[in-house]
């Protein structure tokens, strides 16, 4: 691990502590370092021959499906990891957040903003964009045109209840108002 995920990874211990057992919050692995023992069926191979379907107990990658890619990751309780599969997630286990990662595969620089902006969505600290209805978005829209309306000098304000607007630059007299605007 490079100096510089130790740094980040000493930093998400003092920002975010750890757990009352003494497990981080989170850490920064890589991918091709965590190992984890699965129960399952695992197929032996020598070489490119295949042997025989094995039913127990191995210590296999955590994320075959990553590769090459640094992975934030979360402590959750026992109550949320534990399937039996995992027999060592008995009492808790790292749950990836965030690989860092493109949505072209490619690799994504670990920073200390991108971190703390992940354990602030998953701690619930980021709101979502509020959902504005249509009506909303239209009433803006009339407001913002009245607004400029009201403020363009060449606009007045035309008619007995004074709810029309005329356009009236180059319009010198009353007379030439009438004559323009009734043909």
Known sequence: MTREIRSLNNWLIESYGKTPTGKVRFRVVWSEDI??????????????????????????????????RFILEGWVDADMSHNGEVPEAKGGDFTAIYVFE????????????????MVASVQGRIKKDEVVSEQTKEDKEIESQVDKMLDAPDFRTHGTTRDSIAYTKGLKEKEDFKENVIK
């Open 35 to 68: 190992f984890e023992m699965r129960k399952g069926a695992f197929n032996e191979f020598y070489g490119n021959i295949f042997l025989r379907e094995i039913i127990g107990i191995q210590r296999v990658k955590k994320y075959n499906f990553i590769n090459n």
């Open 102 to 117: 493109n949505n072209k595969r490619e690799p994504l620089p670990v920073t200390r903003k991108a971190l703390a902006f």
